[in-house]
């Protein structure tokens, strides 16, 4: 007889190799190659969606036509009943549209979604597809958070071709599936989890999402090392990746959208985890900041501008001689590239000399600052950890340096004053050219367009 074939396919990214290694090429995961049958090349699942909603004609084989010829209908996208949800999805959810929710264990996104659900049962037709929790649970938490569950249908289910037929049949405007990874297509033959069962299960629920109009939510889990399990199959079908986390401080939860398909990626939805479930922070510019009474010298609060809102947050910076001759470079939360550029600009145009001094940096809670915003903010933090001595701890700072030593001015610098002077901080440290004219009563303004203006301000 012969011996049945078999593949070796990653089970985070889908690379398939002909023997078994330890690490795969593609993703760069260790052990994560498993040797399967292959599976037949007509995939199983993508004929699901189509015979739940009985032969419905889809968009493929319409010919060719002109791009304007197609009329765009705007369909209104459904207010999910969180502003931050909106906000992250880019204004509400697109009927039609698949979103995956992606998170680590005991993030909260069950309970995000069921919160969801029972908002959006007072005003449509919704189902819950539970494939983890029984119903009993599903109730439970439901009861113990007081929501509004009477509007609600809930199935526990793990076939992909009845929640389809259900979904069919009861034609709700959101399905929930939770978890993608605990579905199974019938006709593929690998365990619930794997990549190709995976894949098969988000193409059917996509397949039927497309054709039925319904939006999808999926809850994808996160590995031990931090990603989906499957994730760029996942991420590739999906119209919107959202990731749930927890940053440092465990009461609040940030949603964080990573793809897309209908709105901007740079919005950030803040949740805070209380005993009766997630509660939206409405106002989260100033969650992050750390409010000792007394500052120490190297920690500055800055304005960094997250989505279309502004966001304050601390950073930290320590200098301290190096004992060895190769002195460390490191920083949490920001660019270390960036980091290395300003340190030559300050010894250059500063004169402050930080060759044989280590040099570390953090961005408190969790935070990731992409922005050049925060290029005054650390040259401040560096200057006075340096200089041992603390910043005034009303003072904010943001501004971006140049290579030739100049203060170069931030969008929305406006914003970020109102929004920090609203939060009580009155000493301002900003590009000239972001300087307010009228400065309010109480506001003391340091505008500056030299790197070199820093040092007398410490
Ligand atoms: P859950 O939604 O089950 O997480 P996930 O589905 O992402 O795995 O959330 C579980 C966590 O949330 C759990 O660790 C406890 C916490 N939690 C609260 O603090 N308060 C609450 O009211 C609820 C429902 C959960
Ligand atoms: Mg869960």
């Known amino acids: ?26 993703c760069g995961e260790w052990n994560t190659i498993v040797e399967t049958v292959p599976e037949p090349v007509a995939a199983p699942g993508r004929a699901v969606a189509a015979r739940a909603l009985g032969g419905f004609a889809g968009a493929a084989g319409s010919g060719i036509r002109k791009l304007s010829s197609v009329s765009a209908v705007r369909t209104q996208r459904l207010p999910s009943g969180y502003r931050e949800f909106d906000r992250v999805l ?12 992606g998170g680590n264990p005991g993030a909260g996104k069950s309970t995000l979604l069921l919160q969801t659900v029972c908002q959006l049962s007072q005003r449509q037709p919704v189902l819950y597809i539970t494939g983890e ?6 109730a439970l938490r439901a009861e113990r958070l007081r929501l509004p569950a009477d509007q609600v249908s809930i199935a526990a289910e793990t076939s992909i071709e009845t929640i389809c037929a259900l979904a069919a049949q009861h034609k709700p405007t959101v399905l929930v599936v939770d978890s993608i990874q605990v579905m199974h297509v019938n006709g593929v033959e690998s365990a619930p989890g794997s990549v190709s069962q995976v894949r098969e299960s988000a193409a059917a629920l996509t397949q039927f999402a497309k054709k039925s109009g319904v939006a999808v939510f999926l809850v994808g889990h996160v590995t031990k090392d931090g990603t989906l399990a499957g994730p760029k199959i996942l991420e590739h ?15 609040f939860r940030t949603l964080r959208c990573q793809k897309n398909r209908f709105g901007a990626v740079n919005e950030i939805g803040v949740f805070a985890m209380t005993d009766s479930g997630l509660r939206e922070v409405k106002n989260p510019s100033a969650i992050f900041l750390n409010r000792q009474p007394v500052t120490a010298p190297g920690s500055l609060a800055m304005v960094v501008w997250e989505g279309t809102r502004p966001l304050l947050v601390e950073l930290q910076a320590l200098v301290d001689a190096s004992p060895y001759g190769n002195p460390r470079r490191l920083s949490v939360g920001t660019d270390q590239n960036r980091l290395s550029m300003l340190l030559s600009v300050l010894h250059r145009h500063a004169g402050l000399q930080l060759a044989d001094q280590d040099v570390f940096i953090n961005v ?30 009303r003072t904010i700072a943001f501004g971006e340096i140049g290579l030739t030593g ?13 929004e920090a002077f609203k939060q009580g901080f009155t000493r301002f440290i900003v590009p000239r050219d972001n300087a ?7 506001m003391e303004i340091h505008a500056i367009s030299r790197i070199t203006e820093l040092n007398s301000l410490i």
């Open 133 to 138: 929790e029984s119903l009993e649970q599903v």
């Open 406 to 418: 100049e203060v170069r001015p931030v969008a929305s610098g406006q914003e970020r004053i109102s």
């Open 364 to 393: 408190v809670g969790g935070i990731r600052v992409e922005e050049t915003a925060a290029d005054v903010p650390l040259c401040l933090a560096l200057l006075s950890s340096f200089r041992e001595k603390a910043i005034d701890r």
């Open 237 to 251: 079908c999906v119209d919107c990746s959202i990731f749930l986390s927890s940053g440092n401080d465990p009461r």
């Open 1 to 26: 007889m012969a011996k049945a074939r078999t593949e070796f396919v990653c089970q985070n990214c889908g690379a398939k190799y002909m023997r078994w290694q330890g690490q795969c090429r593609e």
């Open 90 to 101: 880019g204004g509400g959810i697109v009927p039609g549209s698949v979103v995956l929710i």
């Open 436 to 442: 307010p004219r009228h400065a309010e009563p109480g």
